[in-house]
């Protein structure tokens, strides 16, 4: 596993744990920057840090794209999982000039069949595929 897809690993840990819990991704993410002795830490990759500020930053303009282009889904509908790995391929796609869109789409892919349910990597396809053909088209 590339050192991207571990950072993108644990940018879903931090993303979904927050999303289930109700509480805040800066939060989490500055407590685990903090967190570099004991048992359980582990080294924070910078792509991590820079994933979850993305999909921080840009939140609502993400969530505003999941809803309009996941059709038949509302967003309190899709499991959190699929929510969080949409939010970091979205990112990824609008906003990160070092990832190719098709690689961004094809991680997603791989979190979605290693995380989530087969009709999961349908739709989040679907979705991260519109969103790719159009990117150029939309206001960010």
Same mark, same amino acid.
């Given at each position: =596993? ?8 644990? %940018? ?31 080294? =924070? ?21 999941? %809803? ?6 509302? =967003? ?34 791989? =979190?979605?069949?290693?995380? %989530?349910?087969?009709? %999961? ?20």
């Amino acid at each position: =596993m590339s050192a991207r897809s571990k950072a993108r690993k644990q %940018s879903l840990d931090i993303l979904f744990e927050t999303d289930i819990r109700g509480t805040s991704p800066a939060d989490l993410l500055a407590r685990k920057l903090e967190e570099v002795d004991g048992q359980d830490a582990r080294p =924070m990759r910078e792509y991590t840090r820079e994933l979850v500020e993305g999909v921080i930053d840009h939140r609502r303009k993400i969530d505003e794209l999941i %809803s309009t282009y996941a059709q038949g889904w509302d =967003m309190d509908r899709l499991p959190a999982v699929d929510r969080s790995i949409l939010r970091i391929a979205i990112f990824e796609i609008l906003w990160s000039e070092l990832v190719p869109d098709a690689v961004a789409i094809d991680e997603a892919l791989t =979190m979605a069949k290693e995380l %989530s349910t087969e009709d %999961s990597t349908h739709y989040i396809h679907g979705v991260l595929g519109r969103i790719a053909s159009i990117k150029a088209d939309l206001a960010l």
